[in-house]
């Protein structure tokens, strides 16, 4: 069975930082494309960032971009948002999805049940 | 604002259809393939459909997708009060380089 777990969220003031984890299992890892998504409280979809099977290839959503790092370490089944200088509007619900196999990156299959981020003084 | 458009509400009768527009452009929807995902309130979101029309094993045959141009339709039949729930579409944009999503709608069973 498929299982992506996100853990690593939690209340940080503004400016602060967070690294959120993502631990896989039931597929092989290595060989998906990994997505992190976000929803603010009571609004949509956001994309944050994805990274390739071989974590050589990843992008960012502009509004993150030089403020978050997206990695992964297929050894260990796990991927890692390092979130830095992080603002309220930072505030959502992370989701790690998984990118469906010959699918493009806007196809994630299978969905972790997400991690709350606060940021707020 | 999102980069895709996407009514922000949607209601039919049950056992009817209904159908779901999301809009784009030449940069996203004209050039790449189309998902949609479902999303009941407080869950995570689940795949519908990818690359415009194909569906993941275990999602019900009542709903289909297709696209044209630069918009995007999600189509379900025999509706359900299941089947409540928000409905975003997803796809590339090569301008901007990253993923897109609509700002989703909610469909509503009555």
């Known amino acids: 069975e498929v299982q992506l777990v996100e853990s690593g969220g939690g209340l940080v003031k503004p400016g602060g930082s967070l690294r959120l984890s993502c631990a896989a299992s039931g597929f092989t890892f290595r060989s998906h494309s990994m997505n992190w998504v976000r929803q603010a409280p009571g609004k949509g979809l956001e994309w944050v960032s994805s990274i390739s099977s071989s974590g050589d290839f990843i992008h960012y959503a502009a509004a993150v971009k030089g403020r978050f790092t997206f990695s992964r370490d297929n050894a260990k089944n796990s991927l890692y948002l390092q979130m830095n200088s992080l603002r309220p509007e930072d505030t959502a619900v992370y989701y790690c999805?998984?990118?469906?196999?010959?699918?493009?990156?806007?196809?994630?299959?299978?969905w972790g049940l997400g991690t709350l981020v606060t940021v707020s003084s | 604002q999102s980069v895709l458009t996407q009514p922000p509400s949607v209601s039919a009768a049950p056992g009817h259809k209904v159908t779901l527009s999301c809009s784009g452009s030449?940069?996203?929807?004209?050039?790449?393939?189309v998902s949609w995902y479902q999303q009941f309130p407080g869950a995570a979101p689940r795949l519908l459909i990818y690359e415009n029309n194909k569906r993941p094993s275990g999602i019900p045959d009542r709903f289909s997708g297709s696209k044209s141009d630069t918009s995007a339709t999600l189509g379900i039949t025999g509706l359900q009060t299941g089947d409540e729930a928000d409905y975003y579409c997803g796809t590339w944009d090569s301008s901007l380089n990253g993923v897109v999503f609509g700002g989703g709608t909610r469909l509503t069973v009555l």
């Open positions: 999805a998984r990118v469906c196999l010959a699918c493009g990156v806007a196809s994630s299959d299978y």
């Open positions: 030449s940069s996203n929807i004209g050039n790449n393939f």
